[in-house]
């Protein structure tokens, strides 16, 4: 019998996703589940992007450029980007598919097999993906609970740096935390970046979800660093698009663009008519994200106040993204996910939250710890809730 590769054996399972099945065989059985775990907000797409869809009077959906539709990277580099004080040129932009597509190539851009990456944990999952599938070694550096996940000492950094450390990678605001790395906290990370010639891999995809009166400052706009930086980005969070899989990478650094541009040819083009919702989307008014700000506001107080208020939980306030990590009184929130999916109902409900500890390097770190999304309106919150209060007490697990 024929075998499959020992990548793909060793290939790490979804930890926002390995869950699934568990939930559909809740749903097969006619059970509601309530998704805290997966960051796929019920917020409505802009018209002008849905309508860009309705409308177009396309005959044929053949490639686009490998780089992206043109009108989509010149409305990004001078309409979008440039409204929010990143000055690129659209040579200096190609779009993927979706921000993986950009992490994967900032990463086989700047490592080498057997190279490293420091990133602070805990961290979005699928970066150890795909530096498990490039041979590029992660190493975290920890952060904590109690201070919101705020970016350590910069000594912490120079102690992980070693000779195959090639980039820094941070996501800002922080998915899975929440957390919003202030203008400061980024400088100090680019001069680490600059003392050691690294490269600073930038996700920033939850830009528009800052919940504080300090502007959200951009790994773009650190001085003295143009040849250093590669931003990754999307239309999925920004705009409610998460099906439409587009995003883009952005750098100054002419040779990482001509190099993202062959990995581009390979995969031949972003997906045609996500890249037309996207140039849609350009037209969205200002209005809609200050009203989608104000609502994610509203969710996650209710929230983070729900949350503290259950014994023996305790969660930060975030000030970014759509996301906290709490600290649960469980001896292992992935066995305890799974049995609330299994064996907890409440009126023919159950809520599904997404175990933390895949989203830690060190091992034993996030073992009680969860990943919970707002992204319900506050009524079915306050649902969700509570289905998951009465489930923490009734868990065999409960460690109080």
Same mark, same amino acid.
């Given at each position: 019998?024929?075998?499959?590769?020992?990548?793909?054996?060793?290939?790490?399972?979804?930890?926002?996703?390995?869950?699934?099945?568990?939930?559909?065989?809740? %749903?097969?059985?006619? !059970?509601? =589940?309530?998704?805290?775990?997966?960051?796929?907000?019920?917020?409505? +797409?802009? &018209?002008?992007? /849905?309508?860009?869809?309705?409308?177009?009077?396309?005959?044929?959906?053949?490639?686009?450029?490998?780089?992206?539709?043109?009108?989509?990277?010149?409305?990004?580099?001078?309409?979008?980007?440039?409204?929010?004080?990143?000055?690129?040129?659209?040579?200096?932009?190609?779009?993927?598919?979706?921000?993986?597509?950009?992490?994967?190539?900032?990463?086989?851009?700047?490592?080498?097999?057997?190279?490293?990456?420091?990133?602070?944990?805990?961290?979005?999952?699928?970066?150890?993906?795909?530096?498990?599938?490039?041979?590029?070694?992660?190493?975290?550096?920890?952060?904590?609970?109690?201070?919101?996940?705020?970016?350590?000492?910069?000594?912490?950094?120079?102690?992980?740096?070693?000779? %195959?450390?090639?980039? !820094?990678? =941070?996501?800002?605001?922080?998915?899975?935390?929440?957390?919003?790395? +202030?203008? &400061?906290?980024? /400088?100090?990370?680019?001069?680490?970046?600059?003392?050691?010639?690294?490269?600073?891999?930038?996700?920033?995809?939850?830009?528009?979800?800052?919940?504080?009166?300090?502007?959200?400052?951009?790994?773009?706009?650190?001085?003295?660093?143009?040849?250093?930086?590669?931003?990754?980005?999307?239309?999925?969070?920004?705009?409610?698009?998460?099906?439409?899989?587009?995003?883009?990478?952005?750098?100054?650094?002419?040779?990482?663009?001509?190099?993202?541009?062959?990995?581009?040819?390979?995969?031949?083009?972003?997906?045609?008519?996500?890249?037309?919702?996207?140039?849609?989307?350009?037209?969205?008014?200002?209005?809609?994200?200050?009203?989608?700000?104000?609502?994610?506001?509203?969710?996650?107080?209710?929230?983070?106040?729900?949350?503290?208020?259950?014994?023996?939980?305790?969660?930060?306030?975030?000030?970014?993204?759509?996301?906290?990590?709490?600290?649960?009184?469980?001896?292992?929130?992935?066995?305890?996910?799974?049995?609330?999916?299994?064996?907890?109902?409440?009126?023919?409900?159950?809520?599904?939250?997404?175990?933390?500890?895949?989203?830690?390097?060190?091992?034993?770190?996030?073992?009680?710890?969860?990943?919970?999304?707002?992204?319900?309106?506050?009524?079915?919150?306050?649902?969700?809730?509570?289905?998951?209060?009465?489930?923490?007490?009734?868990?065999?697990?409960?460690?109080?």
């Amino acid at each position: 019998m024929a075998t499959i590769s020992r990548k793909a054996q060793e290939m790490p399972a979804s930890a926002i996703r390995k869950l699934v099945p568990y939930a559909d065989a809740a %749903k097969k059985q006619g !059970i509601k =589940v309530y998704h805290l775990n997966i960051g796929q907000p019920d917020i409505k +797409s802009p &018209e002008c992007a /849905l309508k860009a869809i309705r409308e177009n009077k396309l005959t044929h959906i053949s490639y686009s450029h490998s780089a992206g539709l043109a009108e989509l990277r010149d409305g990004l580099a001078n309409r979008y980007y440039k409204n929010i004080g990143i000055n690129i040129d659209p040579s200096e932009l190609i779009v993927t598919v979706a921000g993986s597509e950009s992490v994967n190539l900032a990463l086989e851009i700047s490592c080498n097999e057997g190279d490293e990456v420091i990133v602070l944990e805990p961290f979005y999952t699928n970066y150890n993906t795909f530096a498990f599938l490039n041979g590029i070694t992660i190493k975290a550096i920890q952060t904590d609970i109690r201070n919101g996940f705020q970016v350590p000492a910069i000594e912490e950094f120079e102690k992980a740096i070693t000779p %195959k450390t090639k980039a !820094i990678l =941070v996501c800002n605001p922080g998915n899975p935390t929440g957390t919003l790395y +202030s203008r &400061e906290s980024m /400088l100090a990370i680019g001069e680490i970046a600059r003392r050691h010639d690294l490269f600073l891999i930038s996700d920033e995809v939850y830009r528009e979800f800052c919940y504080t009166d300090e502007p959200h400052f951009s790994a773009m706009n650190i001085p003295d660093l143009d040849q250093n930086v590669i931003l990754v980005d999307s239309v999925s969070k920004r705009y409610n698009l998460c099906g439409a899989r587009v995003g883009c990478i952005v750098s100054h650094n002419k040779e990482v663009m001509a190099a993202a541009m062959k990995f581009a040819q390979a995969r031949l083009c972003p997906p045609v008519i996500g890249q037309i919702a996207s140039v849609g989307a350009l037209d969205t008014p200002e209005e809609y994200f200050v009203a989608v700000k104000e609502e994610y506001i509203k969710r996650r107080d209710y929230m983070i106040e729900y949350l503290n208020s259950i014994p023996g939980v305790y969660t930060p306030l975030p000030m970014g993204a759509f996301y906290t990590i709490a600290e649960l009184p469980v001896d292992d929130t992935e066995k305890f996910a799974k049995w609330m999916l299994e064996n907890f109902r409440i009126d023919g409900e159950t809520t599904m939250v997404t175990p933390a500890a895949s989203f830690y390097k060190t091992p034993g770190k996030g073992i009680n710890h969860a990943r919970i999304a707002y992204v319900l309106e506050i009524p079915e919150m306050k649902k969700a809730l509570r289905i998951l209060e009465e489930g923490l007490k009734a868990y065999p697990g409960r460690t109080i």
